[in-house]
């Protein structure tokens, strides 16, 4: 009986063995079959036979083309890759034509040939990227789309997949993780190695969590290459690396997780759709890929960009979301206009230095730098010039284009929203691959729609204090303590942008046309391309609006040396040599006509203090104020009165209610309370209250307090 009873579980364990090994390679089958139909679907059949008839006939007897130089060991446009490419289309060919004939079994004796010569050659680049990520790609997907072919010797498909083994999958981190999962998983496929599955899996979707490193952080800001903004760059490989893989996973033991597809889908929907206005993004977020042609374009995200675009893998993955991505798509292919259901939301990312200020009428972010965070960087001999980008850059947007390829010909040293040296000549970035901050106070105060951004700019021989003051209709930009003592002339650059349509000022009392170059100390306001620029101070103010010439290669080494040239609105504050204690102050007013900034209207904003100590602005309309303490101190309006025991960024609702509410935060991310008195006529708090401010990994953030 114990014998039976033994040959039976014996028997039971090796059926569930069988069945499991079964359905380990049925899954096995529909993974590899996914990848296949991604890799052939979106082929321009005609352009690719053409491509392939001609690199065929000119691949040598060896292996290899005399047009690609097999030494190169260049960092970007890697001559070598282009071998790889090129066996890409001959895979492709022969994995939709797999009737066979002899032209197949030509192409096919080529392609052997072709790797074989790879396998001698082994390129190198000195840029990892090549080697640990893209080169082992490139192979996966040409040995996944000659598989069902059987095309490859078993000892060269052996050889490849050991040269495919590159990347420290467990050090790597973020979008670099999930890339080398990625191949991981292609070799798994190829081998059936249930074990290398089990692994690249977890690891593809181990960028999806929240953590003080690089990747996904706990504002859902995106950073990589050390604490530096990456919402679009990085971020956006990040996305749609992690949706890929999840469709191919679909309804499989490996899919991704529900907790994780939520996390995944906030950062899409929560931070990086709302980055993009109509069919641009915010240049602050591309890094060093500003200096790419084309970047701020995310037509590519959308249908447009093929049935395997960012928007339409993650209407796949998750249908759920499809209706807010439609509506997302829509605007980028400018189906909808860019206020198309945009609903008002205002976010500080206080991990990235990072403020999002959106309206259906415009967009407004804000980058800035503390010393917990890294300068945009420069790289592989991109962002040449990007030197002052994060000094508080502003992105001003209603059509989106604002914006769109405008970098070669900018002034850098007047990003919009900067203080700076006013250079003769562009200034390079001498610091490689990202130069960490300096100052400490920097940060934001935020309810979710409305807000304040601080940042204490102290770089390149210049100090200031500055602070951004966001409503509905306008956000409020202050300057003070302005110091210098460098030889150039320090300026404030207000916009540059791409000139459209008329230029008007209003000065002296009249309304004059600008068509090149004008200057005054008592200007009241401009208007240009729907928004209006208000100087309730008046100043020292520029504006040029002419021709501006420059190439893409004086900012990216790697691209064209072509001369671009475009009309630019260029306005900036001239505080001269030597400023002392100098300050702006100027409101921008998006989605404004003419006609409406002729009509003299009393204003509901009030700014009460500009001063080397506070910066506040209250909206009379909303009963809200917004206060920067660089200091303890107090702040007496007309109206009410407010005082803090520490240096803190605040803004108060309802103030002339008997239940204000105050959103705080703490700028310099090191205190752990601090007290707050506030008086009215409505309400007199006599003693100080205490609020407790956010700790660990929400240093920075915005905690709340009702009065009563």
């Known amino acids: 009986m114990k014998k039976?009873?033994?040959?039976?579980?014996?028997?039971?364990?090796?059926?569930?063995?069988?069945?499991?090994?079964?359905?380990?390679?049925?899954?096995?089958?529909?993974?590899?079959?996914?990848?296949?139909?991604?890799?052939?679907?979106?082929?321009?059949?005609?352009?690719?036979?053409?491509?392939?008839?001609?690199?065929?006939?000119?691949?040598?007897?060896?292996?290899?083309?005399?047009?690609?130089?097999?030494?190169?060991?260049?960092?970007?446009?890697?001559?070598?890759?282009?071998?790889?490419?090129?066996?890409?289309?001959?895979?492709?060919?022969?994995?939709?034509?797999?009737?066979?004939?002899?032209?197949?079994?030509?192409?096919?004796?080529?392609?052997?040939?072709?790797?074989?010569?790879?396998?001698?050659?082994?390129?190198?680049?000195?840029?990892?990227?090549?080697n640990d990520i893209a080169s082992p790609t490139a192979l996966g997907e040409i040995m996944l789309l000659l598989k069902k072919r059987n095309t490859l010797p078993p000892t060269l498909q052996d050889s490849l997949l050991n040269l495919m083994d590159q990347g420290d999958v467990v050090r790597a981190i973020g979008a670099n993780k999930t890339d080398i999962a990625t191949h991981m998983m292609y070799r798994a496929c190829i081998t059936r190695d249930k074990e290398l599955m089990d692994s690249a899996v977890k690891q593809v979707f181990m960028p999806i969590s929240l953590g003080n490193k690089e990747g996904l952080q706990y504002d859902y800001s995106y950073r990589q290459h050390g604490p530096q903004l990456q919402i679009a760059s990085y971020g956006q490989v990040f996305l749609f690396g992690e949706y890929k893989v999840a469709s191919w996973l679909l309804g499989t033991t490996y899919a991704i997780q529900p907790e994780k597809l939520k996390i995944l889908d906030q950062y899409l929907t929560g931070t990086y759709l709302k980055t993009i206005r109509g069919r641009y993004i915010d240049f602050n977020t591309e890094g060093r890929g500003i200096s790419r042609n084309d970047i701020l374009d995310k037509i590519n995200i959308t249908s447009k960009g093929g049935k395997h675009s960012l928007l339409g893998l993650a209407k796949e993955v998750n249908p759920e979301h499809a209706m807010a991505l439609e509506k997302a798509e829509q605007r980028i292919l400018q189906i909808q206009a860019p206020s198309f259901d945009i609903q008002p939301s205002h976010t500080h990312f206080y991990k990235a230095d990072y403020t999002l200020h959106n309206r259906a009428a415009y967009s407004f972010n804000v980058r800035t730098v503390s010393k917990r965070s890294i300068r945009t960087e420069y790289g592989n001999k991109e962002n040449l010039t990007g030197k002052f980008l994060p000094d508080g850059s502003t992105n001003i947007q209603r059509s989106g284009a604002e914006y769109f390829n405008i970098m070669p010909v900018w002034e850098w040293d007047k990003v919009p929203g900067i203080t700076s040296r006013d250079y003769a000549v562009d200034q390079r970035t001498t610091i490689e691959w990202g130069e960490r901050g300096v100052g400490a106070f920097i940060g934001g105060a935020s309810d979710g729609k409305y807000g304040t951004t601080v940042y204490q700019l102290d770089y390149n021989e210049v100090t200031a204090k500055k602070a951004w003051f966001f409503f509905d209709d306008e956000v409020v930009c202050l300057g003070a303590d302005i110091n210098s003592f460098a030889k150039e002339p320090i300026a404030t650059t207000v916009n540059q942008s791409w000139q459209k349509g008329p230029v008007k000022v209003f000065d002296g009392g009249k309304i004059i046309n600008v068509n090149k170059r004008f200057a005054a100390n008592d200007i009241k306001w401009i208007w240009h391309d729907s928004i209006g620029y208000y100087f309730p101070n008046q100043g020292n103010i520029r504006l040029t609006n002419e021709k501006q010439k420059g190439s893409w290669n004086l900012i990216n080494a790697n691209r064209s040396k072509s001369t671009v040239e475009g009309k630019v609105f260029k306005l900036w504050f001239d505080h001269g040599t030597d400023p002392v204690q100098q300050s702006y102050a100027y409101i921008v007013k998006p989605g404004v006509g003419e006609n409406e900034m002729t009509q003299e209207k009393a204003s509901a904003i009030?700014?009460?203090?500009?001063?080397?100590?506070?910066?506040?602005?209250?909206?009379?309309?909303?009963?809200?104020?917004?206060?920067?303490?660089?200091?303890?101190?107090?702040?007496?309006?007309?109206?009410?009165?407010?005082?803090?025991?520490?240096?803190?960024?605040?803004?108060?609702?309802?103030?002339?209610?008997?239940?204000?509410?105050?959103?705080?935060?703490?700028?310099?991310?090191?205190?752990?309370?601090?007290?707050?008195?506030?008086?009215?006529?409505?309400?007199?708090?006599?003693?100080?209250?205490?609020?407790?401010?956010?700790?660990?990994?929400?240093?920075?953030?915005?905690?709340?307090?009702?009065?009563?």
């Open 4 to 130: 039976f009873v033994c040959r039976f579980y014996s028997f039971i364990g090796l059926f569930c063995f069988a069945i499991s090994t079964a359905y380990g390679q049925d899954e096995f089958q529909i993974i590899e079959s996914r990848i296949a139909k991604y890799l052939k679907e979106d082929v321009d059949t005609d352009q690719l036979n053409q491509e392939v008839k001609k690199n065929a006939l000119s691949l040598q007897y060896l292996g290899g083309w005399s047009a690609i130089d097999y030494s190169s060991k260049a960092e970007t446009s890697w001559a070598p890759l282009t071998h790889l490419n090129r066996l890409k289309q001959f895979a492709l060919v022969l994995a939709l034509n797999e009737e066979g004939g002899l032209a197949q079994q030509k192409l096919a004796a080529q392609t052997i040939n072709a790797l074989r010569y790879w396998l001698q050659q082994q390129p190198r680049s000195s840029n990892w990227f090549q």
């Open 606 to 708: 009030r700014i009460l203090m500009n001063t080397s100590t506070v910066q506040a602005v209250e909206h009379v309309g909303l009963q809200m104020a917004q206060v920067v303490f660089y200091q303890a101190g107090s702040l007496t309006a007309q109206n009410f009165s407010i005082a803090v025991d520490q240096p803190c960024v605040l803004l108060i609702k309802g103030i002339h209610t008997k239940n204000p509410v105050v959103y705080l935060s703490d700028p310099t991310q090191k205190l752990t309370d601090l007290h707050v008195t506030f008086s009215s006529a409505l309400l007199k708090v006599t003693e100080p209250v205490p609020i407790s401010l956010p700790q660990g990994d929400h240093q920075g953030a915005t905690v709340s307090f009702q009065f009563n």
